[in-house]
């Protein structure tokens, strides 16, 4: 499919979910908007129980953990949301500005990136809630305001995050500034970083393939096809560096095929097929240990089995009363629990 009917239906549908019309005005109808609750909700991966958290009446998006577990941060409208995991209620709103997109946390917790979909970079100090730096990593977001691949080294000293102009920035987190721009393919999305941080997987939407950035050198020194029915969207990295699962953009009913990459060979091992049921994103995330990789589709969260690459659960969300339309997720440190932003209310 040519790349500007790709973008067309991403914006389209980024748009719509986050009422920003041509990506530029919000329209009258966001303002009715105003007496929805939006929530993020909290499932057990032992029960498959599910707890509702509200966080406003914008819709949650992007979404990552503390490394300690204690706190939840969620992009929600312009601001990123902290709830108390202890609690599953929302301590606190930072406001950020410009659509944030996508949430990284450095290695000792102690700040949060925030990419927007203009190109720029918040920094949140945890320890105040406090926005402490804003810095301008690129251009504006080509793929649509719906989420954007940012990811922090585990040494903590850098972050990769996707521009526009088919780039990635690399920022020091010592300087915060710019300090290497990495071309990559057609639209770049999902982005992690393995857990040698040896290399930064980058997924491509609209080339249909995932670009490996050798983090030392800066460059890219391999390209991974990745074929099936659906465009590459998100990606996750298991705890151990041996596989990536790459998740899809689902344009109709049963698109969604997860492809995995075995990160040694650089080369496509397995697929596995989950229902989309809608056109939407479906992103990814792993379990501390390993086992499971967890998908979200348009209306329900799919458990696969890492060492089978079998779906083993599907937990439906339309059937659960005030939840729709699962996005992104982030899985707590010791395992037990999935945080899920939910971009719609029914």
């Keep these: 499919m040519p790349r500007a009917s790709v973008l067309t239906r991403f914006l ?8 920003l019309g041509a990506l530029v005005a919000v329209p009258q ?18 029960t498959y129980r599910v707890t509702k958290v509200p966080v406003g009446d914008q819709q949650a998006a992007a979404i990552a953990i503390t ?7 969620v992009a929600v409208g312009s601001d990123v949301s902290v709830i108390s995991t202890a609690t599953n209620k929302v301590v606190k709103s930072v406001p950020v500005g410009m659509v944030p997109t996508g949430l990284a946390i450095t290695p ?21 809630n406090t926005v402490v730096d804003t810095i301008t990593a690129g251009g504006p977001s080509t793929s649509g305001p719906y989420f954007g691949g940012i990811a922090v ?3 903590g000293s850098y972050v990769y995050v996707t521009v526009g102009s088919d780039e990635v920035s690399v920022i020091s987190t010592a300087t915060n500034k710019v300090v290497k721009s990495v071309p990559v393919g057609m639209d770049p999305v999902g982005l992690a970083i393995t857990p040698s941080g040896n290399d930064a997987y980058v997924i491509n939407l609209s080339s249909d393939n ?12 391999a390209t991974v096809p990745v074929t099936g029915s659906t465009y590459p969207a998100g ?26 990459i075995d990160t040694s060979t650089e080369a496509v ?47 439906p969300f339309t059937s659960l009363s005030g939840l729709a339309e699962p996005f992104n997720l982030a899985i707590t440190p010791n395992g037990r629990y999935a945080y899920i932003a939910m971009t719609n209310t029914p």
């Design 12 to 19: 389209v549908a980024s748009a719509t979910l986050l009422g």
């Design 29 to 46: 109808a966001q303002s009715s908007a105003s007496s929805l609750s939006y929530y993020v909700a909290v499932l057990n991966t032992s």
């Design 67 to 73: 490394p300690k577990g204690k706190y939840a941060y």
């Design 108 to 128: 000792k917790g102690k700040y949060v990136y925030v990419d927007h979909l203009d190109g720029k970079v918040s920094v949140i100090d945890t320890h105040t």
């Design 153 to 155: 080294t585990p040494n």
């Design 210 to 221: 995932v670009s490996i950035i050798d983090t030392a050198s800066n460059t890219v020194v």
């Design 235 to 260: 990606i996750a990295i298991t705890p151990n560096g041996s596989y990536a699962y790459v998740t899809p953009y689902g344009e109709q009913k049963n698109e969604g095929l997860v492809t995995v």
């Design 269 to 315: 091992v397995a697929t596995v097929t989950v229902e989309t049921n809608a056109f939407g994103y479906c992103l990814p995330a792993i379990t501390p240990n390993g086992q499971f990789a967890y998908v979200t589709t348009a209306d329900s969260v799919v458990v696969i089995n890492t060492a089978t690459n079998q779906v083993i659960q599907t937990v």
